[in-house]
């Protein structure tokens, strides 16, 4: 059978990777075995393939031995099938005529028996050798990119990533949830460990943001559908109604002032409930856009249809208000997207031990940061919910985080943020400050500096996971304190610490839609739930969709500058894609032997992507190669065998099973 | 008595975007599992031409292992669900031929889930381990059963 692709000259080349492959695989023997198998011409073993001098040996054996198959058994083809490809292609041979074999990932790194994972090794190697057989030259397909991008997240992260994208004369287009763009970053106070202001370094980007030219800024809007592939996303956003026309509006607050609840009576949620708003509101003073927005829950006119819309008066000429405002839905086309979606912070109320939620002065760092900022609810002035001014705080770390009863990862912005709030709280406040951590982890430019200046400074810090906050006395110093009980792990003894103020440095964790949003745009999420890279080292921004990017702490917990240095790179792949203008694709589409082909018609449904027509005239099923996306389900449900998919061809995969069972 | 120094030889195919990532992922954090497995990736589990799993066993697998997205998870929307319905069927007909049920089996298994798909490969090898190798002459008796009944019936 095998005479029918005619003379067939296989060159197997078998990695030792240094030796992750070969401390447990023997490859001598493997590559050995691989030379009795028909039609192997040549079969060796080498340290590195994917080396200089590997791939160079690869390109002279086909010279000299006029091989016309390769096989490189080495790692995940998806780390190095296209180093393979293009080596074999430079070798004068098409890109398809390679097949790999992991022997790293799925061999010898997850076994221990040296014999067995040859054997294995050996019988995978059998599978590639009989499959190559049967591949056919291929050529790649090419996809034009779109230039425009979309970004969805208007954090730091997105906001970077948009004005990079922008500064570079690319479209962008800038999706935000909330009401404002600035994120997270906008309600901190100071940044670790420099202390400059956040809003005075985050601010004025946001601005550029709103006036650049090619930005289109939408926010309180969401990515209600993604169709499409790289370089040609159609994208539904939908902008949920402000009840402000935002090209009305000029920000003057005027609505605000003249609204009829002449005290701000409601839940201000830029301050997490430590200040109050009205109904109709600006975020926060800096917000962007400089647009109020009106909260259909609160105002008077949605819940009775009585007001006497002072506001609506005092707006005036503008004419801003419109109680009438409808969702609104827009259609973009993008070449390429950027998830910057961000993360949220650990509910500490699921540590009921802690007592946040039931002492009043348990605070969560996000808290304290609205606190000790000079535009937050106190301008300022560090109050407890009691109306006391601290003289004692308690700073607990790793709330949430480091824990195997709720998050096992370390949030990496916790030690640093709590050694700023301490510096922060001891400047407005002149308290003691005690930290209560597990280790202090500060690896990072001038952090272990700020971490010895904090020391000096006289914050104390007691290494020990907190047992539990509570108000129960023992002793007349502790009367109305919170005491916080801890194991002193250094000095080995337990202690009460009684404190006015606790702090908890709650962590990091994916936003709670991440799941949604994954199966939105067809990304994957690791164990713990935020996005998945490509490759943890070599493609941190990249997804396992082609065109799709991340950036901040979607991808995973980060810092401010890792952040941003994230969303340059982000910014970069994509410009990498529109400036390429386009993207070659891998040639795996179906199509149909038209020979064999009864013209059943069941391929059609079965296609998710309407790539298969029928053809009346002749009979018969045709694919669009440019719609088909190469999943083979109507390949492996084709009653002929006339519907066919390239690089997963029946025989080769036959093949394949013949050769992992030891069929020679 | 099962014989001891019996060791199957599991096919499994799994789907590009889900197990198969799921796998290299349990290489990257260097989990170990039994090495009776042999993976023949496929872009989809949707691919996955009953054919192949009958010639699986055909041809001397003592097990296959079929490794998709989770519902809703699928790279291309629903291949998964595809292959679902076909596994349906086609267990019955493994049935039929005398396949045990613990031979054949589908999981979905995301790439975040490399250790689950440990614990799946360790015990679908322990569990053929035991059956011992595939003895195609012993027809399934709740099959039979279920035919006997049927033939009761009509």
Not at chain 1, 118 to 123: S, V, Y
Not at chain 1, 124 to 152: Q, S, T
Not at chain 1, 497 to 507: E, N, R, S, Y
Not at chain 1, 526 to 545: I, M, N, Q
Request: with cysteine; proline share 5%; aromatic share 8%.
């Amino acid at each position: 059978m095998f005479e029918q692709n005619g003379s067939v000259r296989i060159g197997v080349y078998i990695c030792h990777c240094g030796t992750n492959i070969a401390a447990t695989v023997d490859c001598k023997a493997v590559a050995e075995n691989a030379a009795t198998l028909p039609g192997v011409a040549v079969a060796r073993d080498y340290k590195y393939m994917c080396s200089d001098p590997g791939q160079t040996l690869i390109q002279q054996d086909i010279k000299d031995h006029n091989l016309n198959r390769i096989v490189v058994a080495s790692c995940s083809p998806h780390l190095h099938e296209e180093t393979f490809r293009n080596a074999v292609a430079k070798g004068g041979l098409n890109a398809f005529y390679m097949h790999m074999v992991n022997i790293r990932e799925q061999d010898s790194w997850v076994h221990t028996d040296k014999k067995a994972a040859t054997a294995k090794a050996k019988d995978l190697v059998r599978a590639a050798v009989r499959r190559v057989w049967f591949h056919r030259p291929l050529e790649r397909g090419r996809v034009n990119i779109h230039p425009d991008v979309l970004v969805v997240g208007g954090g730091i992260a997105g906001i970077h990533t948009a004005l990079t994208l922008a500064n570079a004369g690319k479209k962008v287009y800038l999706v935000e949830r909330e009401a404002t763009i600035g994120g997270h970053m906008a309600k901190f106070d100071k940044t670790f460990p420099t202390l400059d202001c956040a809003a005075c370094i985050l601010t004025p980007k946001m601005t550029s943001v709103k006036a650049h030219p090619n930005i289109t800024l939408w926010t309180y809007s969401d990515v209600t559908r993604v169709d499409g592939y790289v370089g040609n996303y159609k994208v539904q956003v939908t902008r949920r109604p402000r009840y402000v026309i935002e090209d009305l509006c000029a920000g003057c607050m005027q609505c605000i002032e003249a609204c009829v609840f002449k005290q701000p009576k409601f839940e201000d949620e830029f301050n997490l409930g430590l200040g109050r708003r009205k109904p109709i509101y600006i975020p926060f003073p800096q917000a962007v856009p400089q647009v109020a927005l009106l909260d259909p829950e609160q105002c008077i006119q949605f819940k009775s249809g009585k007001c006497k819309k002072s506001c609506v008066e005092a707006c005036g000429e503008r004419h801003a208000i419109n109680f009438e405002q409808k969702e609104e839905i827009k259609e973009i086309e993008v070449g390429t997207i950027v998830l910057a979606t961000g993360f949220k912070t650990f509910d500490p109320a699921r540590i009921p031990y802690y007592g946040y939620g039931h002492y009043p002065n348990v605070y969560t760092s996000m808290e304290v940061e609205r606190l000790v900022n000079a535009s937050g609810p106190t301008g300022g002035e560090v109050v407890l919910r009691d109306g006391r001014h601290p003289k004692s705080v308690g700073i607990i770390h790793c709330v949430g985080s480091r824990d195997v009863s709720t998050n096992r990862w370390c949030s990496r912005v916790c030690c640093m943020y709590s050694l700023k709030l301490a510096h922060l709280l001891k400047e407005h406040t002149g308290a003691e400050v005690f930290n209560f951590y597990i280790d202090m982890r500060t690896p990072g430019k001038m952090f272990e500096e700020f971490y010895q200046r904090l020391l000096n400074e006289g914050v104390h810090f007691i290494r020990g996971k907190v047992a539990e906050v509570t108000d129960w006395a023992l002793d007349p110093t502790e009367e109305g304190k919170l005491v916080i009980r801890v194991e002193d792990t250094l000095s080995a003894f337990v202690r009460r610490i009684p404190v006015d103020m606790v702090v908890l440095a709650t962590g990091l964790e994916p936003q709670d839609d991440a799941q949604e949003v994954r199966r939105l745009f067809n990304i994957g999420c690791s164990t713990e739930g935020f996005f998945l890279e490509r490759h943890p080292k070599l493609a941190p921004v990249s997804t396992f969709t082609d065109g799709i990017f991340l950036a901040g702490c979607c991808q995973g917990p980060k810092d401010i500058p890792d952040t941003v240095a994230q969303a340059g790179a982000a910014a970069a792949e994509a410009l990498a894609l529109i400036d390429a203008g386009f993207v070659e694709t891998e040639p795996n589409s179906a199509y149909v032997n038209e020979e064999a082909c009864a013209g059943c018609k069941t391929c059609i449904p079965l296609c998710p992507y309407q790539a298969i027509s029928f053809l009346e005239d002749r009979k018969v099923a045709l694919v669009n190669p440019v719609l088909c996306k190469g999943c083979g389900t109507c390949v492996a449900a084709c009653p002929s065998a006339a519907m066919q998919q390239n690089l997963f061809e029946d025989e080769e995969i036959f093949e394949e099973i013949k050769g992992v069972l030891s069929y020679a | 008595m099962p014989d001891t120094t019996f060791e199957p030889t599991i096919v499994a195919f799994f789907c590009n975007w889900c197990t198969y990532l799921a796998a290299d992922s349990a290489g990257i954090s260097r989990f170990k599992y039994a090495p009776n497995i042999r993976v023949i990736r496929v872009m989809c589990s949707g691919r996955i031409d009953p054919q192949f799993v009958l010639d699986a066993f055909a041809k001397g697998a003592d097990g296959v292992l079929i490794g998709g997205c989770h519902p809703n998870d699928c790279h291309y929307q629903e291949g998964n669900y595809k292959c679902l319905r076909r596994f349906n069927l086609l267990k019955r007909v493994a049935r039929e031929m005398g396949i045990e049920d613990a031979r054949l089996r589908l999981e979905w298994i995301s790439a975040a889930e490399a250790d689950r798909l440990r614990t799946v490969v360790n015990d679908m090898v322990a569990k053929v381990r035991e059956l011992g190798p595939l003895n195609w002459s012993v027809p399934n008796e709740e099959f039979s059963a279920e035919k006997v009944e049927m033939e009761v019936a009509s």
